[in-house]
């Protein structure tokens, strides 16, 4: 029996290696056709559809369609001959407004009537004569949120989504880091988002006076920038338009591609996991080391890094539209691919972040980090209007290729810096991070800008990843967060007291670097990331008030900052590490509360009748982050009903002794007085 069943297993070996079916082959030709697509409210978007072809006809049968959705003007992105060549219908469609397209641009922009448009484009595409009934959704940025938003509308012929470069909130991903306005993100709406599809003209086959007038009206209208700038918080307008607020729609399989300097990584990495969660849809993401353009070109260190990595999320997402648009089985995979800096390989684990990582908290002291540090304190006196402190970040580089992250030794140093001394062994620093800090400033609101970079033996250092918060944003959401990743409402900022200490635990994007030995890890801290970040708070003129004609932009006033060392509630970073490194730090672990490290306890005040402890007065207890929910406002002592009753009898108690020892120390010394007179 047992020969049987080895000889049994013997056989079927081969046959499950060979399983897998190959990536569909390039067999046909492009052919492009140009529709109008109506939509169920009577305007019609327009349309450049690919079709399969031989000998410059469309191939007879039935074919599964890919829909790109765009506000960039379709003829800027033809459909693509990778995919229609192999089997694919190609559809790319301009969003309401743009392009060809009849409509209002301002109607865009990931709103409800957008997110209706594409289910409506999903249902038209699905249902006609040349598709196979099964449509998928590809496009990187604008293109791809659209997906997101689209799929969570459910439509039924919708069966894959692979979006790239997609932010998951559009508040905390793009409009606002931390609290902190982006202000590239405002520029790009203003000079790009609207430019290129205004431009084109309408095709034919709609009335074109018609659709002239149409841009006109669009051209003289408020720029959309103006909605983003004037919901300055976390609130209605942004939720609606978030894909992270919309993950239990989701049911579509989803292939999410990005790269560790783009713009948005924080949505891929914040996306992945509440999709992963999901059951009977399979979700899987590649991140590569390149920016927002994605590609051989746009790689974090050309000169160093393999060129194969655009290719191979190619292959990855061709093999996925095969398996779920075509049905062919093809190759099994790890869900998460993910490139490792510094070694230069790509590694595969089973969730995100890796299931080896744990994180190490490392006290921050004078220039370092220590396990225990000794109390102490950092200084830095900022001006947040005072020049440019970051030269080029992933937040300018969009529209830029090729992207090589500039020394960071070349910067203005006008904050706080602390650095790991020369690594002995290689240390993989894989997910996101957390610097939680005790600070106090002289300014009733600050921003606060981290950067992580490597530095190398000969000094020069490269930008790794950054994070931000808004003093007044401080609010931690105790349900959502994790130690390793705060997570702040935004929505109801509060002005700090100047000079009273809070907490601030800043969110410091993912990144994936194995600093190699001879290398440091360097955090830096500031108070200034112009001309990425404003340094103030922008006013949106009223545009029913004819008088309000002007933005107003109102910087913060110039600070002392003071970040506070050592004890159990002194500042901190949170790293995760992949494999050995670090083991000399604590482990943090998981917990229901906070990330933000205890208060502590609020010491009895004496009576005023006695003295102070030997050893001089203690320091006041420092004010406590107002919004979070782990410590109150201000150092508050409250007690039970009861409590309080035996604390007032006690000290009333204490207080009839100290009256009855002061009357009888009268008595003595008048007595005194009276024997001395005698005498």
């Given at each position: 029996?047992r020969?049987a069943?080895?000889?049994a297993l013997?056989l079927?070996?081969?046959a499950?290696s060979?399983?897998?079916?190959?990536?569909s082959?390039?067999?046909?030709?492009t052919v492009?056709?140009?529709?109008?697509?109506?939509?169920?409210?009577?305007?019609?978007?327009?349309?450049?559809?690919?079709f399969?072809?031989?000998?410059g006809?469309?191939?007879?049968?039935q074919?599964?369609?890919?829909?790109?959705?765009?506000?960039?003007?379709?003829?800027l992105?033809a459909?693509s001959?990778?995919?229609?060549?192999r089997g694919y219908i190609h559809?790319?469609?301009d969003?309401?407004?743009a392009?060809?397209?009849?409509?209002?641009?301002?109607?865009n922009?990931f709103?409800?009537r957008e997110q209706?448009?594409?289910?409506n484009?999903?249902?038209?595409?699905?249902?006609q004569?040349f598709s196979?009934?099964r449509?998928?959704?590809?496009?990187?940025?604008?293109?791809g949120?659209?997906q997101?938003?689209?799929?969570?509308?459910?439509?039924?012929?919708?069966?894959?989504?692979?979006?790239?470069m997609?932010l998951?909130?559009?508040?905390?991903?793009?409009t606002?880091?931390g609290g902190?306005l982006?202000?590239f993100?405002?520029?790009?709406y203003?000079?790009v988002?609207?430019?290129p599809?205004?431009?084109?003209?309408p095709q034919e086959g709609?009335d074109?006076?018609?659709?002239?007038a149409?841009?006109?009206?669009?051209?003289q209208?408020d720029?959309?920038?103006f909605d983003?700038?004037s919901?300055?918080?976390y609130d209605?307008?942004?939720?609606?338009?978030s894909p992270?607020e919309k993950?239990?729609?989701?049911?579509?399989p989803?292939?999410?591609?990005d790269?560790w300097?783009?713009?948005?990584?924080r949505?891929a990495?914040?996306m992945y996991?509440?999709?992963a969660?999901?059951?009977g849809a399979e979700?899987?993401?590649?991140?590569?080391p390149?920016t927002h353009?994605?590609?051989q070109s746009q790689q974090?260190n050309?000169?160093g890094?393999?060129?194969?990595?655009y290719?191979s999320?190619?292959?990855r997402?061709?093999?996925?539209?095969?398996?779920?648009?075509?049905?062919r089985?093809?190759a099994a995979?790890?869900?998460?691919?993910?490139?490792?800096?510094?070694?230069?390989?790509?590694?595969?684990d089973e969730q995100w972040?890796p299931?080896d990582v744990k994180?190490?908290r490392?006290g921050?002291k004078?220039?370092?980090?220590?396990?225990k540090?000794?109390?102490?304190?950092?200084?830095?006196?900022?001006?947040?209007i005072?020049g440019?402190?970051?030269?080029?970040s992933?937040h300018g580089?969009?529209?830029a290729s090729?992207?090589?992250?500039?020394?960071q030794s070349?910067e203005?140093?006008?904050?706080l810096?602390?650095?790991?001394?020369?690594?002995?062994?290689p240390l993989a620093?894989?997910?996101?991070?957390?610097?939680?800090i005790?600070?106090?400033?002289?300014?009733?609101?600050?921003?606060?800008?981290?950067?992580?970079?490597?530095?190398?033996?000969d000094?020069?250092?490269k930008l790794?990843?950054?994070?931000?918060?808004?003093?007044s944003?401080?609010?931690?959401?105790?349900k959502?967060s994790?130690?390793?990743?705060?997570y702040?409402?935004?929505t109801?900022?509060e002005?700090i007291?100047?000079?009273?200490?809070?907490?601030y635990?800043?969110e410091?994007?993912?990144?994936?670097?194995?600093f190699q030995p001879?290398h440091?890890?360097?955090?830096?801290?500031?108070?200034n990331?112009?001309?990425?970040?404003?340094p103030g708070?922008?006013?949106i003129p009223?545009?029913d008030d004819?008088?309000a004609?002007?933005?107003?932009?109102?910087?913060?006033?110039?600070?002392?900052n003071t970040i506070r060392?050592?004890?159990?509630s002194?500042s901190?970073?949170?790293?995760?590490?992949?494999g050995?490194?670090?083991e000399?730090?604590?482990?943090?672990?998981?917990?229901?509360?906070p990330v933000?490290p205890?208060v502590?306890?609020?010491?009895?005040v004496p009576?005023?009748d006695e003295?102070?402890?030997a050893?001089?007065?203690?320091?006041p207890t420092?004010?406590?982050?107002?919004?979070?929910?782990?410590?109150?406002a201000r150092?508050i002592?409250r007690?039970?009903?009861k409590a309080?009753?035996k604390a007032?009898?006690?000290?009333?108690?204490?207080?009839?002794?100290?009256?009855?020892r002061?009357a009888?120390?009268?008595r003595?010394?008048?007595?005194?007085?009276r024997s001395?007179s005698?005498?």
């Open positions: 029996m020969r069943l080895t000889i013997l079927l070996a081969p499950a060979q399983a897998a079916d190959p990536p082959p390039a067999q046909y030709t492009s056709e140009e529709v109008y697509i109506p939509m169920d409210d009577g305007v019609e978007l327009a349309a450049t559809i690919g399969p072809a031989k000998g006809v469309k191939a007879p049968g074919f599964p369609v890919l829909l790109t959705m765009t506000p960039y003007g379709k003829d992105g459909p001959a990778s995919y229609v060549d559809a790319v469609v969003i309401r407004g392009g060809a397209s009849q409509g209002n641009l301002g109607e922009y709103s409800p209706k448009d594409g289910r484009l999903v249902d038209w595409l699905g249902t004569p196979n009934g449509v998928g959704m590809m496009g990187g940025s604008y293109l949120i659209t997101y938003l689209t799929a969570a509308q459910k439509p039924p012929n919708l069966k894959a989504i692979v979006p790239a997609a998951g909130d559009l508040y905390r991903d793009a606002y880091h902190a982006s202000a993100f405002g520029a790009q203003l000079a988002q609207g430019g599809g205004l431009l084109s003209g709609t074109q006076d018609k659709a002239f149409a841009k006109l009206d669009q051209i209208s720029p959309i920038a983003y700038l919901h300055t918080t209605g307008f942004y939720k609606d338009r992270i993950t239990d729609d989701i049911e579509v989803t292939l999410i591609l790269g300097f783009d713009g948005f990584i949505g990495s914040e996991a509440p999709l969660a999901r059951k979700t899987q993401m590649i991140i590569d390149t353009k994605g590609g974090y050309p000169d890094y393999p060129a194969s990595s290719t999320s190619f292959g997402t061709l093999e996925f539209f095969d398996r779920h648009l075509k049905g089985n093809t995979r790890k869900p998460v691919k993910l490139f490792l800096m510094g070694r230069d390989e790509y590694i595969e972040p299931k994180y190490r490392l921050l004078p220039g370092g980090f220590d396990a540090p000794d109390s102490g304190s950092g200084q830095f006196a900022t001006n947040p005072d440019w402190t970051n030269t080029f992933r580089v969009v529209a090729p992207y090589k992250p500039l020394d070349l203005k140093n006008g904050g810096s602390w650095e790991t001394g020369a690594l002995d062994t620093v894989v997910g996101p991070m957390a610097l939680d005790a600070a106090t400033t002289t300014a009733p609101d600050t921003d606060w800008s981290v950067r992580v970079s490597d530095v190398a033996p000094g020069t250092a790794l990843t950054e994070g931000y918060l808004r003093a944003h401080r609010a931690l959401d105790a959502e994790k130690p390793w990743r705060p702040h409402p935004h109801n900022p002005l007291d100047p000079l009273a200490e809070y907490r635990s800043i410091i994007w993912p990144t994936a670097m194995e001879g440091r890890m360097r955090v830096q801290l500031t108070s990331d112009t001309p990425n970040h404003l708070t922008v006013t009223d545009k004819p008088d004609t002007k933005v107003e932009i109102r910087p913060h006033a110039p600070a002392l060392y050592g004890g159990d002194g901190s970073l949170v790293v995760p590490v992949l050995a490194g670090l000399g730090y604590p482990e943090v672990k998981e917990a229901a509360q933000t205890p502590p306890p609020v010491p009895p009576p005023a003295k102070p402890p050893g001089g007065a203690e320091e420092p004010a406590a982050d107002p919004g979070s929910p782990a410590a109150p150092p002592v007690s039970a009903p309080k009753a007032k009898a006690k000290k009333k108690a204490k207080s009839k002794k100290k009256a009855k002061r009888k120390a009268k003595r010394a008048k007595a005194k007085r001395r005698r005498s």
